[in-house]
């Protein structure tokens, strides 16, 4: 009997040690891994450095985890196990409250310096108070647009055992619209707003860190509101008539049930506009025309969308044109928080062009102003990047 | 490379079993020993190649000065100085050199020596090379012409890293007359797999749970989370450190060596002499053999016997790396030790079960802050964190949600610190019929192969896998 089970546990290690490289390399490989949102790991050309500093080994480690037979199934189990079986409230760093609670993430945390975030908060005050300057000397109007992010809308729907960086969005919060104010920078704050309207769950994503197409909407309303009110304008700002919701029909993978696999989730859906009498216009991505629509739609109703639906994901810089040369000019520039907003604020414009710094590095953006001479730039953030000075915060 | 790395399951493994049973098989000793010495030096020139040539070096120094310490006399005292100054003198280079200029630097002014890298398991492959040399002179091993065989002991990869610290006279029947078996093999499948068990999946979840808590701002501190903390680094390094020992006892078994044991349950401990007999048993008897007996051990004056136990445990503290806090944690545990020797152990015999238990884990955990702390102004915010002396609430939400959140790892980790196999096997040899015996061999393979399945959906859904005693 002895003798019989030694076999086994010889044969079943054997087995398992022998096979999964077998798989690995005849398996064919995928280059994306979907639920973890990037490209398989790069191993490096094999060289006498790479050698010798070790950086091909640890790289062909990464790459064969993750091409690792069954990977999927196997973060999806180990996901089930942590949720369903241990129990725990924070999956893959994603808290799960159930359906009817939005999925919020674990945030890292940080103390509470006043001192040292107040001297953060005015290098970035200066730097929006700079690009404030250059636009007003060229004739157009600047607005910062602060935006929350999804955690930081729903910070009230944490559990409370669990750190929600509350304190600091709010020092943040205080201090950058304080100086930007005291700096005459015009601002619009969409967590005041928000809050002004009841905080509506539906404006924003329980699945993604991004705000709901209705959220986006309501920024959109806002924002040209106030353009209209500031400049006398009459910009068109659309309503209900102009428009419906529509809801995309397809799976909707956003970046926080992404990480739980498809093994807990939350049945929301995608929101678009369906015009009722789309302004015609010409779309121009970092210099190449493309088809004039703004969503990119699925093969089929079951294929998985996520947030690229709104404008086809991030792009350097997009230009559109409705050749309405009345109409006042605008200028977008921020992270992927404006991709569902330019889907509709371009209707209300001549020309309106986006940037996203952290693809576009042909100008700067004084450059890009002085050149395009605008009458509204906007500047949109999110709260939990106004003090971060890449991308969109690299103000030159 | 690392046990817990895909690349030594489905790569080293696959590659390496199969041409070494071949060789084994057809009786060529020799030719499976050279593939053994050929993969081991793969093995740890995965990542940092560049260091190869130390190991080479460590053994040129050990097999020239056995050679010449084996003959008896001034020539033999002579090689067996130069072979210990040199295997030091290696050691004190790449692991203490950064260490003495900064403290030198900070006397004087302008001691930068530049960083030197220290290369990975540089303290067990030196001790082992010298355990070897030593016991060469003084005439209990018989010295190994082959320097092939000398390289194999020195560099065998199963206990390269992170030990245990396996001396010649433990294997060197078996480097030319092994046999590997089929008990041998399903027993080093077990054992290896158990081991893996406890690093992917127990001290790599909990290892985040010290990290994350340990790394945290003081601000957001409680009394109760510093416990939990270093609660949670007490068990990291345990199975961390035993797991990756069970997998190199358990690979030395498939390959037809048996070393040493290096953990016995220390946790279950009722003082802390008995917690050193139980944890690093390899590294203890080391320091036990090789100084402690050497320098006169307990057979001298009480003073001599006091000095002895602090150098010993001094040594003990900086051979675990070369900072303030390790050689204040040898002291710390030189000071318990001599307690319980001289002033309160017999007392402490007397005590309930249950405080011995109690007075055991708190030291033993309160060493561990030392232990972790990366300086030692780190190690007195921690312990005054601990006791109360921060004015630190005594639970606040961080720790509710370490408790929920990690529950299930700190009561797996506490059950596995218990001999629990230990009752199991002995209710299985108590009822010893055939269908107990069918009914153990069944259980064990099963739980064997399932936590070796477990493992590997856990490291390859995680990426947080750092090893504890690499820097060792």
């Not at chain 2, 033993?364 to 312990?383: E, K, M, N, Q, T």
């Not at chain 2, 370490?402 to 009561?411: H, P, S």
Request: proline share 4%; with cysteine.
């Amino acid at each position: 009997m002895k003798r019989l089970w030694e076999i086994i546990i010889v044969f079943c290690f054997s087995i398992i040690i022998f096979t999964v490289p077998v798989v690995m390399l005849c398996e064919e490989k995928e280059e994306k891994l979907l639920y973890e949102n990037r490209n398989v790991t790069e191993v490096p050309a094999f060289s006498g450095k790479t050698f010798a500093d070790g950086s091909f080994f640890e790289a062909a480690e990464g790459y064969m985890s993750d091409i690792f037979p069954l990977r999927n199934s196997i973060l999806a189990i180990r996901t089930y196990i942590d949720g369903t079986i241990l129990n725990k409230p924070v999956i893959n760093d994603v808290i799960y409250q159930g359906e009817d609670k939005p999925m919020l993430p674990i945030v890292p945390h940080k103390a509470s310096d006043e001192a040292a975030t107040d001297k953060e908060v005015e290098r970035m005050a200066e730097r929006i108070s700079y690009i404030s300057d250059i636009c007003h000397e060229e004739g157009a109007e600047f607005y910062f647009v602060g935006i929350p992010e999804q955690y930081s809308y729903f910070r009230d729907k944490y559990p409370e055992y669990i750190y929600n960086n509350e304190e600091n969005l709010k020092m943040e919060e205080r201090l950058l619209f304080d100086k930007i104010n005291k700096k005459g920078v015009k601002f619009i704050n969409m967590n005041m707003v928000f809050n002004n309207m009841g905080k509506d769950d539906s404006l924003y994503s329980y699945i993604d860190h991004h705000f709901s197409f209705k959220g986006a909407y309501e920024t959109y309303k806002t924002i040209v509101s106030r353009i209209n009110a500031d400049l006398g304008c009459n910009v068109d700002i659309l309503e209900d008539g102009d428009f419906k919701y529509k809801e995309v029909p397809n799976p909707y993978l956003g970046s926080r049930n992404r990480k739980l696999m498809g093994v807990y989730d939350i049945p929301e859906k995608a929101m678009i506009a369906d015009f009722t009498n789309r302004v015609p216009f010409r779309r121009t991505d970092d210099g190449k025309v493309m088809d004039s629509v703004v969503y990119t739609y699925p093969m089929d109703n079951d294929e998985i969308i996520d947030f690229m639906i709104y404008m086809g994901g991030d792009v350097g810089e997009t230009i559109f044109e409705t050749h309405r040369e009345e109409l006042p000019k605008l200028l977008i520039f921020g992270d992927s928080f404006t991709n569902p907003i330019e889907t509709i604020i371009y209707t209300g414009f001549d020309e309106t062009r986006c940037l996203d710094l952290r693809h576009y590095d042909k100008k700067t953006i004084s450059e890009y102003v002085r050149e395009f001479k605008p009458d509204v730039v906007l500047m949109i953030r999110d709260d939990t990047r106004y003090l971060d000075f890449e991308g969109n915060g690299d103000i030159k | 490379m690392v046990f817990s790395g895909i690349s030594f399951l489905f790569i080293f493994l696959p590659l390496l079993l199969p041409v070494y049973f071949i060789f084994a098989a057809a009786g060529y000793r020799k030719a499976s020993n050279l593939i053994l010495l050929i993969f081991s030096l793969c093995f740890y020139g995965y990542n940092m190649p560049k260091f190869l040539y130390v190991i080479l070096l460590s053994v040129l120094i050990n097999y020239l000065s056995a050679y010449f310490a084996a003959e008896k006399g001034r020539k033999g005292r002579m090689a067996l100085t130069v072979g210990i100054v040199l295997n030091l003198g290696l050691l004190i280079y790449f692991k203490y050199a950064n260490f003495i200029a900064e403290n030198l630097g900070l006397i004087f002014g302008g001691f930068d020596i530049g960083e030197i890298i220290m290369p990975i398991g540089i303290s067990f492959f030196t001790f082992q090379g010298m355990s070897y040399l030593i016991d060469v002179y003084k005439g209990k091993v018989q010295v190994q012409k082959n320097p092939l065989n000398v390289a194999l002991y020195i560099s065998l990869f199963p206990q390269l890293i992170a030990g245990p610290i396996v001396r010649y006279r433990d294997i060197e029947r078996e480097i030319m007359g092994r046999h590997e078996n089929l008990s041998d093999i399903a027993d080093g499948v077990v054992r290896f797999s158990i081991g893996l068990g406890k690093k992917a999946i127990i001290a790599n979840s909990i290892g985040k749970i010290a990290s994350d808590i340990l790394g945290l701002d003081q601000s957001f501190y409680s009394v109760s989370l510093a416990w939990v903390g270093i609660i949670a680094y007490t068990f990291q390094i345990y199975f961390d450190f035993s797991g990756y020992s069970d997998m190199a006892i358990g690979l030395g078994r498939i390959l037809g060596f048996h070393f040493p044991e290096n953990f016995n349950y220390p946790y279950i401990s009722k003082s802390i002499t008995e917690f050193w007999r139980r944890w690093h048993m390899s590294l203890s008897s080391w320091f036990r053999d090789y100084v402690y007996i050497p320098l006169g051990g307990n057979r001298c004056s009480m003073l001599k016997h006091l000095r002895n136990i602090f150098i010993v445990w001094i040594l003990t503290g900086i051979w675990h790396g070369a900072a303030w806090n390790f050689i204040l944690w040898g002291l710390y545990f030189a000071v318990i030790l001599v307690c319980e020797k001289f002033i309160y152990g017999k007392t402490l015999e007397r005590l309930p079960k249950i405080v011995q238990h109690l007075y055991s884990a708190i030291l033993i955990i309160v060493g561990w802050a030392i232990f972790y702390s990366p300086d030692l102004s780190f190690a007195a915010r921690l312990l005054k964190n601990m006791f109360f002396m921060n004015s630190l609430p005594f639970i606040n939400s961080e720790t509710i949600y370490n408790i929920i959140e990690y529950k299930a790892e700190f009561i797996i980790a506490f059950i596995c610190c218990l001999p629990v196999k230990n009752v199991i096997i002995d209710f299985f040899e108590e009822h010893d019929t055939p269908f107990s015996e069918g009914l153990f061999f069944s259980v064990r393979a099963v739980f064997a192969i399932g936590v070796f399945l477990l493992s590997i959906g856990y490291i390859v859904s995680s990426s947080f896998n750092p090893f504890i005693y690499f820097r060792f």
